[in-house]
T-cell receptor, first 118, second 113 residues
Framework: GAVVSQHPSWVICKSGTSVKIECRSL??????MFWYRQFPKQSLMLMAT?????????EQGVEKDKFLINHASLTLSTLTVTSAHPEDSSFYIC??????????????FGPGTRLTVL | SQQGEEDPQALSIQEGENATMNCSYK?????LQWHRQNSGRGLVHLIL?????REKHSGRLRVTLDTSKKSSSLLITASRAADTASYFC?????????????FGKGTLLTVNP
């Protein structure tokens, strides 16, 4: 199946610093990628839709200036958590749609990035 | 509010037994998806069922969809310890055109060897 990778798999940073998380589609091109956040023992919450070549679309309540998304190529989207605080500690997961394979409704998920802000 | 709500929240069974998880949703959908998440890992897409389908099989998985009751069930037959994971149903945002998904709270399945 389609493979999506994330880097890093985990990161620990100090409060006030910025952290960049990469999401890559390895064997397909993805015009649309999605970023989710998951707190312990909870479900995934969609943060934003990343569109190649255009601005991301953020869900209600998600600060666009805090969570910067860049989708500069058809295989890479990045999420930068700016001025991170302990409450930003979470599991961040990206997904992508592979329009060339299977159903366009199917999303392929990355392995996630565990962010811990001290 | 959550579009999908799984039930039960947690399920513990013995290896070899069947596991059934249910999902209810609120608005009209054109498809419903089930995903698995092993602890601390990303999601794995299991199966997608369309609104015009009532039942779908994939290996040991059987999914049903009842649009009149706005509910779906996931049955895992002959469970194995490796099936231990959280299982989420997901539905597309109503009215959306870019395939955004809303996830339920999930069912934590534990299969004891």
């Amino acid at each position: 199946g389609a493979v999506v990778s994330q880097h890093p798999s985990w990161v620990i940073c100090k409060s006030g610093t910025s952290v960049k998380i990469e999401c890559r589609s390895l064997d397909f091109q993805a015009t649309t990628m999605f970023w989710y956040r998951q707190f312990p023992k909870q479900s995934l919450m969609l943060m934003a839709t990343s569109n190649e070549g255009s601005k991301a679309t953020y869900e209600q309540g998600v600060e666009k200036d805090k969570f910067l998304i860049n989708h500069a190529s058809l295989t890479l989207s990045t999420l930068t958590v700016t001025s991170a605080h302990p409450e930003d500690s979470s599991f961040y997961i990206c997904s992508a749609r592979d329009l060339g394979r299977g159903s366009p409704d199917t999303q392929y998920f990355g392995p996630g990035t565990r962010l811990t802000v001290l | 509010s959550q579009q999908g709500e799984e039930d039960p929240q947690a399920l513990s069974i013995q290896e070899g037994e069947n596991a059934t998880m249910n999902c209810s949703y609120k608005t009209s959908i054109n498809n419903l998806q089930w995903h698995r998440q092993n602890s601390g890992r990303g999601l794995v897409h299991l199966i997608l069922i369309r609104s015009n389908e009532r039942e779908k099989h994939s290996g040991r998985l059987r999914v049903t969809l009842d649009t009149s009751k706005k509910s779906s069930s996931l049955l895992i037959t002959a469970s194995r310890a490796a099936d231990t994971a959280s299982y989420f149903c997901a539905t597309p945002h109503s009215g959306g055109s870019n395939y955004k998904l809303t996830f339920g709270k999930g069912t934590l399945l534990t299969v004891n060897p």
